[in-house]
Every structure is written in structure tokens, then in C-alpha cells.
């Protein structure tokens, strides 16, 4: 028996790579890309632990390269979906009970595994699939994976050691159990690491899940159930479900082991799951636990103070890279007048400068939006704008979908705070910015707070630090993450805990101690070491 009392210090964060051309890493990627671009995977549903192959079955195909089929993939039904239900909860019998030691040792190799041995995979099917460049793989489906695996050990060994005290005569202690039923996993496609985190923190303080993975990220996600497996985690601990999220989500709130949701995606889909989980609560043995991260719709507020450079900078990088489908892109921005017009020229010069095409080639900047629903909606947008009286198309603004999906980076200027493109989620490479007078910084800034029903992330630039401080407080609901003089994405695990509020989510902050809390039921003991004898109260005797 161990008997350890074994404690998890806080881990250093996964170096970023550089892939400089002939490095180790670089020829690894290369071999690897060349290797999945050269089959066609078939992903299978997985139910405890076995591969389930319905025939139904759709197609995975590279957002810059269209008619490239990477996967095919076997869609569930209703049969499958309530198997994997059974399924979670017989390996909830003994994964529930698996000291947490052990289940920390098997996330600790996951993490191991992916710094080595997976790496390039992980890398390479999130590039194709998911139309990453190098960085913005590495940063996500290596680095940020393996620190939500390692720092939520660190979390979890903080989150046991939290006891109360003892009393006179009296042992007290706190143990945390995992939820009595399945957590259901809906993920996105726009970061294999809160795909994977939405799976294994849930887990990793022992629990069992329904993973329903995006369509558009199955590649890399079926990768990821190889690692899971590799890495020794039973099976039936995850049960891996492509198809329909619609179909999944009824099946799975109707039933009495419904526990919880962990999610990810669009706010209409979040508060549809939402409803039905309030519909069925009388049929749950308890309340689950209601987790989400949902839209946004985030900001860059300009002070007259700002370096124009900066700004541009954040700009640019902060609303085009990832061609704008990170969750903390930004996609408004308010700015003094005086200084647009600088701002607006650097940015047409970074324009000018990067490249846009295939991820196979390591000098594109930019790459396609996900798919052609996506495309599609950038498009609706720019056209809006061409043809609105109040707005103007600065900077791009082309799209082409004979290869790929691509969307050129691209800025809509408006004197109309409320444009079109100011207040809704396109989730594409487009940032609106809205040119203010100079004198007006407090009405500027009570339009960023009132515009828009999200508050994910957001970002305020200036030198003057008082009129900084003023903005951020002003702010203070606008935004979960909210960066000084930097661009609002970029948040980090174990610096900076990401979730917002408003419509943004629950703001359980992955990447924190808050998030695990949410997985567990505390169960206090109390033990007495003299049982009492008499009844009566001192006095009284």
C-alpha cells in the first residue's frame, strides 16, 4: 500500500519550440505532415474502450485544402450514445475509487507522452485538420496541452491537501469525491488543449465522461484518445462520440446519471444544453454542475496615450492570427482619431508583409477559416460593410474558396458604434474599429462596456497609468481576461486562468484551481475518539 503523503509542486510551463528550418524538431514535423497527408484515417466511435464502426460515416477534410480528405468518421445514434452512458458509469465503479495518486500519475505520463512522442502527431493533425501554422500548433496542441496536464495535477494536490482543523477529542477531515454520474464533454474546434481539457480535468479528479468532439477537430482528437490510452488511462474512463451534438446532448440529459456538462462552443448552443438540463432535473439522483465557455465578442480601447506601434501590433496580431478563431480574438476596437490613421498604416503594412496558404508551407502567416459555414459568414459580413453607408472596408476584405477557405485579414472602419460588425460574434479574421473623438474617452469607453452582451477578453493601451487604471476599473465586467498594453489573447496556464462572464460563460477559469472545484462533492468526516456517555449538560450535573 502507498501510504506517501506525495505533493505536486508547481510545474514550469512547456518551452515553446522554435521549428527553425533543420532543426530536430522541424525534420520531425515535416516526416509527420508528410505521413498524415498521405492517408485517409478511419475514426471510429470508442465505447468502453472498443471501436464501434456504424457505416454512417462523414469526411475530414483540410480547411485550406478543401477536397483533401484527411479522416472518415462513423457517426453515432441513439444506440451508441446510451452504450456509452452505460459504458461511463460501470468504469465510474472503479475509477471513482482510484487513488488520486494514480490518476495524476497517468495525466503526469500523458503529459511526458506529448512532450516526445506525440508531439509532432498532435502537431501535424492539428495543423491539417484545423489549419494551424507551426506556432500556433506548437502553442496549442503541444505546449498548452501539456500544461493543462501537469499544472491541474499541481491544482488537484492543492485542492486534497485543503483540511480542517481538528477539535478536542475529535478527528476532522475533508475527502473529495468525484460526481456520482458522467460528465458530458462538448468541445470546439479551435484548440485541441480545451478539447482535451474539457475531457481530462473533469477525470482527473475521477470522473467519467461523454466526449462529443468537434466535427472539424476529429483528427486531431482521435490522436488524442490514442495518447489517453497509451498513457494507461482505462477504458470507459472517456468514451469518444462523433456525430451529432444535438442528438447527444438529448440523450444524454435524459439521463439520471447526468451530472454535468463541461463545454465549450457557441452561447445559443450552450444555453439550449442549459434548458434542457433545468428540464430534466427531476429525473438526476443530483444537480450537475453547468460549466461553459461560450462567445465573445473582444475588445481593444484605445487611450490618446497609447503607442501607436503597440497598438497596431495587438492589432494585428491580436485579431488575425489562428485567422481570428481564437476565443480571445479581438474583433472590435475603439480608438482616438488622432491616432487611427498611424495605427491603420502599420497594419496595412503587416498586411502587406504576410502570407496566406497551405500550413505545409512554413512561411504563411495566415491560413483558412475552418469550414465553408465560416467562410460564408466572414463573407456576409465584408459584403455588409462594402455596401453600408456608415462603414468602409480599410484593409482586405477578399475571399476565395477554390482551394481552401481563405478569408483575407481584414478591417471595417465605422463612425456607427453599433455597426453590424461591432456588436455580433463573427469568429473570423474581420476587426471593426470605431474612430473616437479625442475628448470623449468616458463615452468611449461606457460604449465598450454597454455594446456587447459578452465579456470574455479585452485589452486597454495607453502611457498615462492613471488613465489606464481608470479604464480597467471602468471595465471591470467587460472582460475575465483583460490585458494592459498587450493584445487580448494569449492567455497562458498557470498565469493567466481564462473564462469570462455576461454571456461569455460560467468563468470557471480553466487553467486554475477553480475549474477542478467544480468536479468534485466534499464529504466531511468527523470522527469522535470518546463517545459521549451522559446527556446532561455540565450544569445540570
Known amino acids: 500500500m502507498n501510504n506517501s503523503v506525495i505533493t505536486f509542486p508547481v510545474p514550469a510551463n ?48 483540410c480547411p485550406h485544402d478543401h477536397k483533401h480528405v484527411l479522416a472518415t468518421y462513423h457517426k453515432v445514434s441513439r444506440k451508441e450514445v446510451e452504450m456509452a452512458v452505460e ?46 501554422n507551426i506556432f500556433q500548433a506548437e502553442i496549442d496542441s503541444a505546449c498548452e496541452t501539456i500544461d493543462f496536464f501537469r499544472y491541474n495535477v499541481h491544482y488537484a494536490s492543492k485542492i486534497y491537501a485543503m483540511q480542517p482543523k481538528d477539535g478536542v477529542g475529535q478527528i476532522n477531515h475533508t475527502e473529495y469525491r468525484p460526481l456520482e454520474g458522467f460528465v458530458l464533454a462538448v468541445t470546439p474546434f479551435n484548440f485541441t488543449s480545451i478539447a482535451s481539457n474539457l475531457c481530462m480535468t473533469p477525470v482527473l479528479m475521477g470522473n467519467v465522461a461523454l466526449w462529443k468532439p468537434s466535427t472539424t477537430a476529429l483528427l486531431s482528437n ?41 463545454f465549450t462552443g457557441s452561447t445559443a448552443t450552450f444555453n439550449s444544453l442549459w434548458r434542457q438540463a433545468g428540464q430534466n432535473l427531476g429525473k438526476y439522483i443530483s444537480y450537475p454542475r453547468i460549466v461553459g465557455e461560450t462567445g465573445g465578442k473582444d475588445f481593444i480601447f484605445v487611450h490618446p496615450s497609447a503607442d501607436p506601434k503597440a497598438v497596431a501590433t495587438a492589432a494585428f496580431c491580436g485579431a488575425f492570427e489562428f485567422q481570428g478563431q481564437k476565443c480571445s480574438a479581438a474583433s472590435r476596437m475603439y480608438i482616438p482619431k488622432s491616432l487611427w490613421p498611424e495605427v491603420l498604416d502599420d497594419m496595412k503594412r503587416m498586411a502587406a508583409e504576410v502570407k496566406m496558404g497551405d500550413v505545409k508551407d512554413a512561411g504563411n502567416y495566415i491560413n483558412a477559416v475552418i469550414d465553408e459555414i465560416s467562410f460564408n459568414k466572414c463573407q456576409s459580413y465584408i459584403d455588409f460593410a462594402e455596401q453600408a453607408a456608415d462603414a468602409q472596408v480599410v484593409l482586405g476584405g477578399k475571399c476565395d474558396k477554390s482551394v481552401g477557405w481563405f478569408v483575407e485579414p481584414t478591417v471595417i472602419e465605422t463612425s456607427n458604434p453599433h455597426f453590424k460588425s461591432m456588436e455580433e460574434e463573427i469568429f473570423g479574421p474581420i476587426i471593426t474599429v470605431y474612430p473616437y473623438d479625442d475628448d470623449k474617452v468616458d463615452e468611449a469607453v461606457e460604449l465598450c462596456n454597454t455594446t456587447s452582451p459578452y465579456g470574455l477578453t479585452g485589452a486597454v493601451f495607453g502611457r498615462c497609468r492613471m488613465a489606464v487604471e481608470k479604464i480597467t476599473d471602468a471595465l471591470c465586467y467587460a472582460a475575465g481576461d483583460f490585458d494592459i498594453n498587450d493584445k487580448p489573447t494569449g492567455a497562458v496556464v498557470g498565469m493567466q486562468p481564462f473564462g469570462g462572464a455576461r454571456a461569455s460563460g460560467t468563468n470557471d477559469k480553466a487553467g486554475g484551481e477553480f475549474n477542478l472545484i467544480r468536479w468534485i462533492i466534499p464529504r466531511v468526516i468527523k470522527e469522535t475518539l470518546v463517545s459521549p456517555t451522559d446527556y446532561r449538560y455540565t450544569y445540570l450535573k
Open 87 to 132: 459504458a461511463a458509469m460501470e468504469a465510474h465503479k472503479q475509477w471513482s475509487r482510484t487513488p488520486w495518486t494514480t490518476r495524476a500519475a497517468i495525466v503526469m505520463k500523458m503529459a511526458e507522452l506529448l512532450a516526445t512522442k506525440y508531439r509532432p502527431i498532435m502537431n501535424a493533425a492539428t495543423m491539417l485538420g484545423q489549419s494551424k
Open 222 to 262: 482521435y490522436y488524442l484518445m490514442q495518447l489517453y490510452k497509451e498513457a494507461g488511462l482505462p477504458d470507459g474512463v472517456i468514451n469518444f462520440l462523433p456525430g451529432s451534438g444535438a442528438l447527444i446532448g438529448e440523450v444524454a440529459t435524459q439521463s439520471k446519471y447526468f451530472s454535468g456538462i463541461h
Open 14 to 61: 512547456e518551452p515553446v519550440k522554435a521549428y527553425l528550418a533543420g532543426s530536430p524538431e522541424r525534420v520531425a514535423l515535416e516526416k509527420e505532415l508528410e505521413r498524415q497527408s498521405n492517408l485517409v484515417v478511419d475514426i471510429p466511435i470508442i465505447i468502453g474502450g472498443k471501436e464501434i464502426r456504424t457505416g454512417d460515416v462523414g469526411q475530414v477534410t
